[in-house]
């Protein structure tokens, strides 16, 4: 075997036993900075409009602050497996801001993701020349003990529990964030949603659906204990979806919230109380006491149920934010051949370079139809 061939088949290996062992396989090759082996087309120039508000950053070649409070602050998650998606939602973002200068992205990368944060972060850079944002990096030891077996063994990873621990890993003069999830596009500007009021003492906003079912979201015997379940006693709970959230950080952090949440992940590794991932402990401490945003920012379901990921329709209403919450992800379901109608919704966001997926195929490296996303 020559040496581009055994390189090839260590970084086969690497993008196969990452995506199930991110921790030990990126150890096991210290040293090899593994780098997407997806290409991204440049987005187009966006910039604010005459209407906007003036700001000095916007010379050539500077960026905005990350602790300047007249921005739009916009924290999501940044992996080598969502990163296609992380890219598309970035991309409607600013599509449909009217001042999308006025953005700050703040990336949440895993310490031990296949691609470093350093390689994710000039990967946004060239995609979003002009893009204000900053990467940070979470450390997954600090929750990976708490985290129990789920339904889906995604809602295991542990950057799905980092928006617990935004109060701790953003700067602490960020007092807002919009949280969203990277598998969604923003259709209608994201300024509306920041505008959002967090009245009294709320902390976060959200869409609630309180026709669902809210029992089915933890066991009978959480139930069955009343101790447990007098959480509830004093509030009204509605399931509420945690990819699309307005956060008040200072609230947060005076609050210890993110300890709350742990309180209640780590009697979940004692006594079995729900089945999901990072959602439970959120309604747990906050279903029934959130600020109620309109639906339309989150039309979520689009990605099936966590089994079978079937297709859905969309709600009924209008739509602001479309969200493939769910097994189903819209730019898998497309290069299978396979999309639900939803899908193509998605499609004019995605910046993939598609001649570089098919100069990789014509060159081989793609074996048996499977892309290992690493070089």
């Given at each position: ?34 780098t ?103 450390r ?9 077996s789920?339904v ?41 949603l ?39 006693r ?44 990072s ?5 747990l ?7 109620a ?48 109608p ?34």
């Open positions: 075997m020559n040496g581009g061939a055994a390189l090839l088949c260590v970084a086969f290996l690497v993008s196969v036993f990452g995506c199930l062992f991110p921790t030990l396989a990126i150890r096991s090759f210290p040293g090899k900075e593994l997407p082996n997806l290409r991204f087309s440049e987005a187009p120039e966006y910039r604010n409009g005459p209407e906007c508000p003036s700001r000095r950053h916007f010379h050539e070649g500077t960026f905005a602050d990350a602790c300047d409070a007249s921005l739009v602050h916009i924290a999501m998650t940044l992996d080598s497996e969502y990163l296609r998606g992380s890219i598309a939602a970035v991309h409607s973002v600013l599509r449909h801001a009217p001042c999308p200068d006025s953005m700050f992205f703040h990336f949440v990368s895993a310490e031990f993701d296949p691609v470093s944060p350093r390689v994710l972060t000039q990967l946004v850079r060239s995609t979003f020349p002009s893009l204000n944002f900053k990467v940070y990096i979470f997954e030891d600090t929750v990976i003990n708490l985290i129990s789920s889906r063994q995604a809602l295991e990873n542990p950057l799905n529990y980092a928006r617990n621990y935004l109060g701790d890993i953003l700067d602490p003069c960020v007092h807002r964030v919009i949280y969203l999830d990277s598998d969604l596009v923003v259709v209608d500007d994201v300024q509306k920041w505008e959002t009021p967090l009245t009294g003492s709320r902390v976060i906003g959200a869409p609630e659906y309180c026709h669902a079912n809210f029992t089915k979201y933890f066991t009978d015997g959480f139930w069955a204990n009343p101790v447990l379940s007098r959480v509830f004093s509030r009204d709970p509605c399931y509420f979806n945690t990819g699309v959230m307005v956060m008040d950080l200072e609230r947060w952090r005076e609050g210890n919230y993110r300890r709350k949440i742990e309180n209640w992940m780590e009697l979940q590794k004692k006594r079995r109380i729900y089945e999901l991932g959602l439970p402990p959120f309604l401490v906050f279903a029934g006491d959130i600020e945003i309109d639906h339309r920012w989150n039309q979520h379901g689009l990605g099936g149920d966590n089994v079978r990921g079937s297709c859905r329709p969309l709600h009924p209403g209008p739509v602001s934010l479309l969200h493939w919450s769910g097994k189903g992800k819209p730019w898998v379901r497309l290069d299978e051949k396979r999309p639900c939803v899908d193509h919704l998605w499609e004019p966001y995605d910046l993939l370079n598609h001649s570089n997926i098919r100069r990789v195929v014509a060159e081989g490296l793609l074996g048996g139809g499977r892309s290992s996303y690493f070089s």
